[in-house]
């Protein structure tokens, strides 16, 4: 039961909308009502607006990062281990992915994903973020960006870091999730039209 509880406050935290929170902030219209429709922080930047997307990123990354270590602080003194962690982190994931407080339809999880990432090893979220950096310098393609980090990650996982191990197979999951998610855009990559960063979709006023 303790363990299911630590998965549910994880969901919770995961379903928190940062996209609709900063968009409310400034002002702005909802997120899924233009561009790629996706309660994300690449899709508020195509508001214009740097310092939403900006709090959307850092919001989204910071809720998995923060579950992470929560749980590794207090699931011991509940008896629990890796198990809580790894399963902590596909569910604050999933909570991004499938919010409960936006009917079940949320963002693609990829900066949720790399806060889970660093939570669960610096060296491992760094080797994401440089992945996604190097793609996205040299191709412009965001979503390229994250498809390709998103599939190296459970690599970096279990060949630098963890090895065999409940947190490979929970980074795994979320690759897979990920990719899938991506479904849209690989589509479009291939058809030689999907969006490069920079190329700015003005939002119905």
Known sequence: ???LAFIFVAYLIGS???A??????????????YGSKNPGATNVLRSGKKIAALLTLAGDAGKGWL???????????????NEAVAATALAVFLGHVFPVFLGFRGGKGVATAVGVLLG???????????????????TRYSSLAAIIAAILSPVYTYYIVFGQSLYTLSVLLMALMLVWRHQ??????L???????????????
Do not use: C, H
Request: glycine content about 6%; charged content about 10%; cysteine-free.
């Open 184 to 189: 849209a855009n690989i589509t479009n990559l």
């Open 67 to 81: 579950t992470i270590t929560l749980t590794q602080s207090y699931a011991p003194a509940w008896n629990l281990g």
């Open 20 to 33: 609709m929170i900063s968009s409310w902030i400034f002002r702005l219209p909802d997120p899924r009502s």
């Open 191 to 205: 058809a030689g039209r999907e969006s490069r960063i920079g190329q700015k979709k003005t939002p119905p006023q």
């Open 120 to 138: 669960l090893n610096t060296l491992l979220g760094l080797l994401a973020i440089i992945t996604w950096l190097a793609v996205a310098y040299i």
């Open 16 to 18: 928190i909308p940062f």
């Open 1 to 3: 039961m303790t363990l």
